[in-house]
């Protein structure tokens, strides 16, 4: 984008990149807002799909590494802050 764009340039980019249309033709009643509405949210995404979220597995050292904690902490002794 050119480096002297004013803001009303970025405010018709914006426009049409969301709705498809420059301000003027929306404003001009040439498009009836459920029309334009419709069409927005059918066009494609232009951003890739989010991974699938990460399945969560057991471990199977569960038992180990929780022994591992318990002996780690088991000396542990809470003493209030001042």
């Known amino acids: 984008m050119p480096t002297t764009s004013t803001a009303d340039a970025l405010d018709e980019h914006h426009l049409i990149e969301q709705y498809g ?4 033709e929306l404003l001009s009643e040439r ?3 459920q029309d334009v ?4 949210n059918k066009r494609t995404r232009t951003h ?3 991974p699938p979220a990460r399945q969560p597995r057991p471990d199977p ?3 180990h590494h929780r022994r591992v904690l318990k002996a780690a902490i088991a000396d542990w002794t809470y003493r209030p802050g001042p």
Request: hydrophobic letters at 45%.
């Open 48 to 50: 890739p799909a989010a």
């Open 37 to 40: 509405l419709r069409e927005r």
């Open 31 to 33: 498009y009836r807002v």
């Open 61 to 63: 050292q569960a038992a």
């Open 21 to 24: 249309h420059p301000l003027a």
